[in-house]
């Protein structure tokens, strides 16, 4: 059952012009494909599972792409054959969840090549038992496209051990995560819209701490609660965790309970080029167990903290903090953990080239009482912040060297001594006072 040029016509005329499916593209997908509609597959007239699931079973086995038109569709546990290609009208073919058997819309298991494009994907806020909309499983070359997923009683798009990409989605109003993968095998998610979840954005996981080599690129992500409360593993736009060699870049992150990018666990992890505003704790976090991460080229705007590189204590080391613009920070008032720091570090640092300004408590921190080793904290600008450079002088802290900073219009102090968190009376700027702590070199610094 292929098109005719009748067919094609009266397609190209049934809103494809007006939601952004172009002719020229048209014309390139429907001679060769299949119709949804020449199965049975229809709208308003009740559940559609058997029907859609006999058209997507023939398309595969002839190896040629389904069209789904334009229309609203009652389906639920459909399940997709390796090779599928299902084409939809962008924004007007819809695959409404009915809540059949609590199964979710759409699953890929074991599959090589599905391809989905132009596809609307409802939850209907109906039960999902725990799962999501769309589920793939041990699928290599996943493609999805073009599609938009919204209303999940759970998360949008679960992935586990999946190859391929997620792209150009608009994935909304999730009870937990827009898209929860877990030990990918070689994913980029790139280009989607994701708002308004209730507890993540993306998360990017591994079971054990190991390899993974997702890219996360140039997303738009807002608005993610913390329904679920906790300490940091929710609230998130963008959540790492034992995920090694993970890219976070050029993404748009804002309006987050918690972190815009938290990296846990994750080694040799980059977060580089995001653009993060109003974040309600620390903007840009590689927390536990880590080695090696480079958080650089970042703007921060309107958050409780900057960026964090933590948890000596637990094995986190080894990192870049460079380059970053981070600005108008703030302190969570009545909060125990009240942050206003622009840039917190502890072991095998290097903290260079970074402007921060309007931290109300402390520009660049170094270290946590004993929790500091071989850090280096140069040529950067810090301005308006009560304590411009803050460094551990607690009994076994390691050393740091603090040189040839610009440091502007401080409140207190300059630069500071601290023990875990309470500030030494005396500048450290001053030679004799810095000549006091063995462990701090400081020079060249200039103070206006």
């Not at 789904?68 to 009652?74: Q, R, V």
């Not at 997923?149 to 608009?170: H, M, P, Q, T, Y």
């Not at 992150?253 to 580089?272: E, L, T, W, Y």
Request: some cysteine; aromatic content about 6%.
């Amino acid at each position: 059952m292929v098109f005719s040029r009748r067919d094609f016509l009266t397609l190209a005329g049934f809103g494809a012009l007006t939601t952004g499916f172009s002719l020229a593209a048209l014309a390139k997908v429907l001679p060769s494909s299949l119709n949804a509609r020449n199965f049975g597959v229809k709208t308003g007239g009740g559940d559609q599972s058997a029907a859609l699931q006999n058209a997507i079973d023939q398309a595969a086995s002839k190896q040629m792409p389904l069209f789904l038109p334009g229309g609203d569709y009652a389906v639920s546990n459909i399940t997709l054959p390796s090779g599928l290609q299902l084409i939809g009208v962008p924004g007007q073919s819809m695959l409404s969840y009915n809540g059949g058997g609590g199964g979710g819309l759409l699953s890929a298991n074991g599959t090589g090549n599905v391809s989905l494009s132009g596809l609307v994907l409802n939850g209907n806020t109906l039960d999902l038992s725990g799962s999501a909309l769309f589920v793939a499983q041990d699928a290599t070359g996943l493609s999805m496209e073009d599609c938009r997923i919204f209303d999940s009683s759970a998360n949008c798009i679960s992935l586990r051990s999946v190859s391929g990409r997620i792209e150009n989605c608009e994935l909304a109003n999730a009870r937990q995560a827009a898209l929860f993968s877990i030990d990918a095998q070689g994913l980029i998610i790139t280009t989607n819209h994701v708002h308004d979840c209730d507890n993540n954005g993306i998360l990017v996981w591994r079971s054990q701490k190991s390899e993974d080599g997702t890219i996360v690129t140039q997303n738009r992500i807002e608005n993610i609660a913390t329904v679920d409360g906790g300490s940091g593993q929710n609230g998130n736009g963008i959540n790492i965790f034992r995920a090694h060699n993970v890219i976070a870049a050029q993404n748009r992150i804002s309006d987050c309970a918690f972190s815009a990018v938290r990296s846990n666990a994750g080694s040799a992890c980059q977060i580089i080029g995001n653009s993060c505003s109003r974040i309600k704790e620390v903007a840009l976090y590689a927390e536990f167990g880590f080695e090696g991460v480079v958080i650089a080229q970042n703007i921060v705007e309107d958050a409780a903290a900057g960026v964090s590189i933590t948890n000596f204590n637990n094995g986190g080391r080894l990192g870049v903090c460079a380059n970053n613009i981070i600005r108008n920070l703030f302190v969570r008032e009545g909060e125990k953990d009240q942050r206003g720091i622009g840039i917190g570090v502890e072991a095998d640092t290097l903290v260079t080239g970074n402007l921060v300004e309007n931290a109300p408590r402390i520009g660049i921190a170094v270290g946590w009482g004993k929790y500091m080793r071989d850090v280096s904290v140069t040529n950067n600008i810090i301005r308006k912040s009560r304590i411009g450079i803050a460094a551990s002088i607690s009994l076994g802290a390691g050393k740091a060297l603090i040189a040839n900073n610009l440091i502007s219009g401080s409140k207190t102090h300059a630069i500071a001594g601290f023990d875990y968190g309470k500030t030494l009376p005396q500048e450290l700027m001053e030679a004799d006072n810095a000549k006091a702590f063995d462990n701090l070199t400081i020079s060249g610094n200039v103070v206006s």
